[in-house]
C-alpha cells in the first residue's frame, strides 16, 4: 500500500458545485496532515493544515477520519480560479510524503 | 514573503554532463530540500539539509548529489546526467522544527537530458 493515495482524477465540475477528495494513508501514528494546491506549471502552495478532526477555511473544508486512515478536502461553491492539482500531505518522521495529487477542473 | 529561486526555469542537457541546479531563499531557514517531480509520481525528495554543511539522503539520493555551503544556498549536482533524470526539480525552504512547518517552493527547473 502506497504511504499516501488519491483518486488522480480529473473532477470536472462547474461552477457553484461542491465537490470532495479523499486521500487515504498508510501510517496510522501520523498526527498532521496537509493539503497543497498547485496550480498548472506553478509550484505547490500550502492550502490547508489539519491537526485534530477537521479543519474549514472559507470555502474549504478539510476533514480527518484517523480510524479509516483517511483525509478529505471539501470546496463549496467551486470558482474557476479553484482549478488546479490538490495534494494530500504526510509527515513522516522528518519528511513529509506527498501525494500524487487530485486534479479539478472547474468550468463555466 | 518568503521567496525561493531557482537558477533556470528551463534547463537542456546532454547525458554524461554534470549539472548544477541552484536554490536560494531569503528567509533565514534553516532547513532546504530537493524534490523531483514527475506525472504519476508527485513529489519524490532527493535530498535534505537542517543546517549548513549538513545533508541527508531523501527517498532517491541516486545519481545525485548536493552542496549546502551557506545558508540560503542548496545546489543539487548531477554527477553525469542521464535520460531518466528528465524532470521537474523543486527546491523547498521551511523554518526548522517538525516535518509539518509549511514548505515553501521555488518555481521549478524543468532539466531535459538528450
Known amino acids: 500500500r502506497k504511504e499516501v493515495e488519491q483518486d488522480p482524477g480529473p473532477f470536472n465540475v462547474p461552477e457553484g458545485a461542491t465537490v470532495a477528495f479523499n486521500c487515504t494513508y498508510s501510517n496510522s501514528a501520523s498526527q498532521s496532515f496537509f493539503w497543497y494546491r498547485q496550480d498548472c506549471r506553478k509550484e505547490p502552495k500550502l492550502l490547508m493544515s489539519v491537526y485534530s478532526s477537521g479543519n474549514e477555511d472559507g470555502r474549504f473544508t478539510a476533514q480527518l477520519n484517523r480510524a479509516s486512515q483517511y483525509i478529505s478536502l471539501l470546496i463549496r461553491d467551486s470558482k474557476l480560479s479553484d482549478s488546479a492539482t490538490y495534494l494530500c500531505?504526510?509527515?513522516?518522521?522528518?519528511?513529509?510524503?506527498f501525494g500524487t495529487g487530485t486534479r479539478l477542473q472547474v468550468f463555466p | 514573503d518568503v521567496k525561493v529561486t531557482q537558477s533556470s526555469r528551463y534547463l537542456v542537457k546532454r547525458t554524461g554532463e554534470k549539472v548544477f541546479l541552484e536554490c536560494v531563499q531569503d528567509?533565514?531557514?534553516?532547513?532546504m530540500f530537493w524534490y523531483r517531480q514527475d506525472p504519476g509520481l508527485g513529489l519524490r525528495l532527493i535530498y535534505f539539509s537542517y543546517d549548513v554543511k549538513m545533508k541527508e539522503k531523501g527517498d532517491i539520493p541516486e545519481g545525485y548529489s548536493v552542496s549546502r555551503e551557506k545558508k540560503e544556498r542548496f545546489s543539487l549536482i548531477l554527477e553525469s546526467a542521464s535520460t531518466n533524470q528528465t524532470s521537474m526539480y523543486l527546491c523547498a525552504s521551511s523554518l526548522p522544527g517538525p516535518p509539518g512547518n509549511e514548505q515553501f517552493f521555488g518555481p521549478g527547473t524543468r532539466l531535459t537530458v538528450l
Open positions: 528567509m533565514d531557514h534553516e532547513n
Open positions: 500531505v504526510v509527515p513522516r518522521t522528518d519528511k513529509l510524503i
